[in-house]
């Protein structure tokens, strides 16, 4: 069986040169690499996983670790996030996806089972699981929570600004009878899109209504029920802010079931612009917040630090990923009523 070494002796290099080569590794010059990949083709060259695992003391296991994957995540979002860290993994590691809720304690995360992790953090509650991978000393990237810490990478898109952005978009056509419809209470995500909307009416001196904040859940039945709780008010809004899509799509049902049409007698806007907000009827203005980007990028992060020589100190780094005013058919203008 031809191994590196074989490989390695051909080419006049280490054997971790071709290591590196064989893995696509961006650490190694482009004529080394072709280099080293021609003579692994010419000798018909296949890996063994079993074998460079022991030897290298790699697991080849990537974690994708989310807060929960069954209380807030909706299923676009889980998909998107899976489908953002597999796109760069791809047939060098394997990947492990797990909630954190869902773990009696930590002691299954270790150098042996994973190279690395990536931790999709809706919440605070995460800290724990934070400290004890930096106690243990596993490389770690951060998604969409800003977690304070500068030693640790952190990607994560302007929440605030593009809640901030949706709702300025609704009283530049002329509503002020605006509501909000929250997510989790607790989760990162619920308190800077909350952040946003207050900021918005703030900056346009719009008073602020505690009947139009109501406690949403994520999902698309609490959006549902938040739209009929709203309806039922003396003053009803004229528009709508939801925190995410699936309770954006709940509130259109609710409205078309109590015989309201959209955006004609009610105005609604989501956050995330998952797949089905431009097929929803009418298609949904909403906020795009690329989760496949961040979760690619925080992929290609943790694959460059499991690139980098052990003994070089690494540093962590905050990335933001901005989100975007996505206009469709939801709201109507109020400036001529």
Known sequence: MVTIKDIAKLANVSHTTVSRALNDSPLIKPGTKKKILEIASQLNYTPNYNAKSLVMQKSYTIGLFLTSI??????????????????????????????????GDYTMINHRRFDGIILMSQSDIDDDFLAYLKEKKIPCVVLGRDIGD??????????????????KHLIDNGHRDIAIV???KGFKSSIK???????????HRIPIKNEYMVQGNYDMESGYQSLEKLLELDHPPTAIFCSNDDMAIGALNAAFANGLSVPDDISIVGFDDIEFARYTNPSLTTVKRPIEKISSLGAQKL???LETEEDTELSGEKIYVETELMIRRSVSSLKSS
Do not use: C, P, W
């Open 182 to 184: 929250e997510g989790i």
């Open 303 to 305: 694959l460059e630090m």
């Open 193 to 203: 899109r909350r952040e946003g909307y207050l900021k918005a009416l703030n900056d």
């Open 150 to 167: 500068s030693s640790l990478t952190n990607i994560l898109s302007n929440d605030r600004e593009g809640a901030a952005q949706i709702v």
């Open 70 to 103: 069954t209380n807030g995540t909706s299923s676009s979002f889980f998909v998107e996030t899976v489908k953002g860290v597999n796109s760069v993994i791809e047939q060098h590691y394997n990947l492990y996806v797990r909630g954190i809720e869902n773990l």
